[in-house]
């Protein structure tokens, strides 16, 4: 089913988390007469902001009917009345209605500008000084950096839910860390595996033959073995098994092997490769093992009458006290 558009104005602020993006605001779209309950992940987004939205219809039980969001592009308000809404929202400590209304008296409609390319002439304004300034731009610039890296990830195919993660993982350095290693998602992203990161890859243009293609198909070869109960594989069966899925030369998958295992990330017994937290919880267990082998035994006999005392040859703590027997009914 494909997904259905929806487009209008924040109009408030429901509720929104400040860790996991999720945000539940009210939106005044267009040939809708009442304000449309709009529910998903949108991180940063403020009253007055123009947002065209991807998701479908739900029928909440209690709430109602909603719009869930899977992708969404904003754009910043156009009107006075947007642009002032906006800047009395939460988006700047110190900025409330009252100095929000100030603002846009004194620029109208070109205010968003004024703060964007001319911060200085906001000292214009009744009640704004150096100081209200200098975090009006702080405020703007940090709203700004989020906003592009949203638009940048979404633009190539990324969930807003997988979007916010990546930004709280890698805030203002995502685009860069995307743009250059887009498999480094499956390794610190929950959720995000080696086929969606691949899928990424392939959108931003990655070269299927890129090196972190290969260590990274490696790396998720040697999960799915693990999910089938594979402490490890052999070097040439994980290689060919590889190269088979994913089509990369086994030569590059060599090279791939031995950068991860340099890295760390795998370790190599002769030719078996383990991940390497199989490896570590493997040599936990023969460690163990060794430990319990190297523990005396403590052997005891009985003679027959002290068995059938101790509970036919049990030992203490396994003795069984008999229970009462039933009483006959009356």
Not at 130 to 149: D, L, M, T
Not at 173 to 196: C, H, M, S, W
Not at 213 to 234: F, T, W
Request: hydrophobic residues 40%; glycine residues 10%; contains cysteine.
């Amino acid at each position: 089913m494909s997904p259905e558009t929806l487009t209008g104005e924040v109009e408030r602020l429901v509720y929104s988390g400040d860790e996991t993006g999720y945000t539940v605001c009210r939106l005044k779209a267009p040939g809708q007469r009442d304000l449309v309950s709009v529910v998903g992940s949108l991180p940063g987004i403020q009253p007055g902001e123009r947002l065209s939205l991807q998701g479908r219809w739900l029928q909440h039980p209690k709430y109602g009917l909603q719009f869930q969001v899977s992708h969404y592009t904003s754009a910043l308000p156009a009107s006075a009345n947007a642009i002032r809404r906006y800047l009395a929202s939460n988006l700047i400590k110190g900025i409330g209605p009252v100095l929000a209304g100030r603002m846009v008296e004194a620029f109208g409609e070109e205010t968003l500008n004024v703060i964007e390319e001319a911060p200085d002439r906001l000292a214009q304004v009744p009640g704004i000084g150096p100081a209200r300034i200098s975090r009006v731009q702080e405020a703007w610039e940090a709203q700004r950096e989020v906003r592009e890296v949203m638009l940048f990830l979404q633009g190539h195919g990324v969930s807003s839910t997988y979007a916010t993660r990546i930004y709280k993982a890698y805030g203002n350095e995502a685009i860069q860390v995307v743009t250059e290693n887009p498999y480094r998602l499956a390794q610190d992203i929950r959720g995000i595996g080696f086929k969606t990161a691949d899928k990424i890859a392939q959108d931003i243009g990655i070269d299927p033959l890129s090196p972190f293609r290969a260590q990274a198909a490696l790396e998720h070869m040697l999960n799915e073995l693990a999910d089938d109960g594979h402490v490890y594989s052999p070097a040439p069966e994980l290689v060919a098994a590889c190269g088979k899925e994913v089509d990369i030369p086994e030569g590059l998958l060599d090279d791939g092997l031995e950068a991860l295992q340099a890295a760390g990330r795998v370790v190599r017994e002769i030719d078996d490769v383990y991940l390497r937290g199989s490896f570590i919880a493997e040599q936990g267990v023969a460690d163990s093992l060794k430990t319990l082998m190297a523990m005396p035994l403590e052997r005891r006999s009985f003679g027959s009458d002290e068995a059938v005392a101790l509970g036919v040859g049990m030992p203490d703590m396994f003795t069984f006290e008999e229970s009462p027997a039933p009483e006959a009914p009356s």
